[in-house]
């Protein structure tokens, strides 16, 4: 995420800061009697009408969770609705920005292993959009003259940029890879889907404060608390030396931990809006 010097351009692209959810077989027995075999063939079993009657067992899926092995495949592509009814996430955001970390409501999906969390922070991090918007909030810092000490011109124009791709970099392998895989978090965002505006909005913007672990159960975000604070760290250290303040850098850790709640609570309501923009069905 960008830095406390693109909030405003970030919170109104907040967008910026990976599918969905018995049959009957014959069962051939062969039995055999002394010396003559002797072939048996039993009735058709209905499987689905027995294992309907048992309880659910760890690891058993079901139709919608063989469809939902790919952890990526929950908004692969998706504009449509889910078998509930309810609009479903895209890959991206009006086609452009990126939104891979966010699953539709209803949907199950399996672990991410660490390569997975890692791929998915690149992903996020050097997608084309982040050069495209890096461009962008480079020349409002500039031209406010964020840091003095950038000077202007192409060589100060080229210093907000890099330092605004490290910062966004830096962020997103904390919050989305290193830390997530450190405490065995999922570091996707699950749509909520259901329920009033207070309370989607709600449940949005306390993402940053409530996660789930590998498995499923909730439990504190401490990819996002830690991994925010961590990332603010480390970009003080290729910023200017009067930036190196712990001010300073509680300043970026809350600017980026509200950026990202921002970004939460508006991804909770993308497929909302991308249903009454587009008419997706």
Known sequence: MIRSRFAPV??????????????????????????????????????????????????????????SQDPHAANAGQTGHTATGEPQQTQRILGIMPNFSAVSADTKLPPMTSK????????????????????????FAMNGNSYPEFHQGVKGYARYYWHGLADTASENFMVSGAMPVVFHQ????????????????????????????????????????????AAAGISSLYYPTRYRTWTKVGQKWLTSALIDGAGYTFKEFWPDINHKLFHTH
Do not use: W
Not at 194 to 203: C, E, I, S, V
């Open 116 to 139: 997975e969390k890692f791929v998915l922070a690149a992903k996020n991090s050097f997608d084309y959009s982040s050069f495209v918007l890096a461009a962008f909030t480079a020349g």
């Open 186 to 229: 999922d570091p996707r965002y699950y749509t909520l889907g259901h329920g009033g505006f207070k309370k989607r909005a709600l449940y949005g913007a306390t993402r940053i404060f409530v996660s789930r672990s590998d498995d499923g159960a909730a439990m504190p975000n401490y990819s996002e608390i830690i991994g925010a604070g």
């Open 10 to 67: 970030l919170l109104a692209l907040a967008c910026t800061t990976p599918a969905l959810h018995a049959q009957q077989a014959s069962v051939p027995v062969q039995t055999a009697a002394n010396d003559n075999a002797v072939v048996a063939v039993a009735q058709p079993v209905n499987l689905a009408a027995e294992s309907s009657s048992l309880p659910d067992a760890p690891g058993r899926n079901t139709d919608s969770d063989q469809q």
